[in-house]
Nanobody, 124 residues
Framework: QVALVESGGGLMQAGGSLKLSCAAS????????MAWFRQAPGEDREFVAR????????AYADSVRGRFSISRDNDKNTMTLEMDNVKPEDTAVYYC?????????????????WGQGTQVTVSS
């Protein structure tokens, strides 16, 4: 059974830094593209960042590019999102997601598995 468990969320002030983690189990992690999405209250879920199975390719939403950094450790089955210079508009529930993509670099937004989410709240 696949499980994606996010951690690291919390309350922080604007301009600070935070690191989110996603621990994966029940899947062959290195065969999956991984991503972070977020959903703010009253809003649709939106793409934040994506990383290929090898870690060699990454993509970011315009709103976070230059401030957030996605990475993964295929030996530990974990993915992280380092968030710098956070803003109040980054406040949302952040979700970890996995997409089976063992060869090609996946460039879509339709993911197979999702975590339960972790809350990030940024005060001004």
């Amino acid at each position: 059974q696949v499980a994606l468990v996010e951690s690291g969320g919390g309350l922080m002030q604007a301009g600070g830094s935070l690191k989110l983690s996603c621990a994966a189990s029940g899947l062959e992690f290195r065969r999956y593209a991984m991503a972070w999405f977020r959903q703010a209250p009253g809003e649709d879920r939106e793409f934040v960042a994506r990383i290929s199975w090898s870690g060699g390719n990454t993509a970011y939403a315009d709103s976070v590019r230059g401030r957030f950094s996605i990475s993964r450790d295929n030996d530990k089955n974990t993915m992280t999102l380092e968030m710098d210079n956070v803003k109040p508009e980054d406040t949302a529930v952040y979700y970890c997601a996995a997409k089976y993509s063992p060869i090609l670099v996946y460039e879509g937004y339709d993911f197979d598995y999702w975590g339960q989410g972790t809350q990030v709240t940024v005060s001004s």
